[in-house]
T-cell receptor
């Protein structure tokens, strides 16, 4: 039982490049989330999804897009990476509201 | 609106107790507590719902004071394994669908 798996684990991008982070969960969870974690800032919600085919903006959505074409996958896209997007990105999933969220191991992204 | 955690950091000796607070300026519906060890993913500890209930998890327990819009996490007789950063996440309504995290409290337990 893998839980929540993020791909890739590390990536270095040049300013202006694009990339997609993949999050996959095998727990049949309805809710999925993308957070970014910066020193001293805690976890900030980028986008989230409450079910297949649905997405919504979180606290810091600018510069990111997401898609949830399949229930088990939640993709985070950066169309034109900027140094301010250097961060550790965490994906999480939960069965419903007010239930335990399971986090992936994180993706460390550096934009130079 | 991000909840405020205090203290930002605490250093303990093994066996000592600690309290971490999470305060909000808005009425809370629920509070979630997670612990994250360095270089790892956050791990769920517990959820407290509106109603002031207290929950426990081994020697870690938490309370939720609805009137004060605050939750406190109690670590009793701390162990070395308790070291890490503790985050509270808050929901402001039953339909919020968003969990807003505080900036974390770094807990270090020394032998």
């Amino acid at each position: 039982n893998a839980g929540v798996t993020q791909t890739p684990k590390f990536r270095v991008l040049k300013t202006g490049q694009s990339m997609t982070l993949l999050c996959a969960q095998d727990m049949n969870h309805e809710y999925m989330y993308w957070y970014r974690q910066d020193p001293g800032m805690g976890l900030r919600l980028i986008h989230y999804s409450v079910g297949e085919g649905t997405t919504a903006k979180g606290e810091v959505p600018d510069g990111y897009n997401v898609s949830r074409l399949k229930k088990q996958n939640f993709l985070l896209g950066l169309e034109s990476a900027a140094p301010s997007q250097t961060s550790v990105y965490f994906c999480a999933s939960s069965f419903h509201l007010n239930t335990e969220a399971f986090f992936g191991q994180g993706t460390r992204l550096t934009v130079v | 609106q991000q909840p405020v955690q205090s203290p930002q950091a605490v250093i303990l000796r093994e066996g000592e107790d600690a309290v971490i607070n999470c305060s909000s300026s808005k009425a809370l519906y629920s509070v979630h507590w997670y612990r994250q060890k360095h270089g790892e993913a956050p791990v769920f500890l517990m959820i407290l719902l509106k109603g002031g209930e207290q929950k426990g998890h081994d020697k870690i327990s938490a309370s939720f004071n609805e009137k004060k819009q605050q939750s406190s996490l109690y670590l009793t007789a701390s162990q070395l394994s308790y070291s890490g950063t503790y985050f509270c996440g808050t929901e402001y309504s039953s339909s919020a669908r968003q969990l807003t995290f505080g900036s974390g409290t770094q807990l270090t337990v020394l032998p």
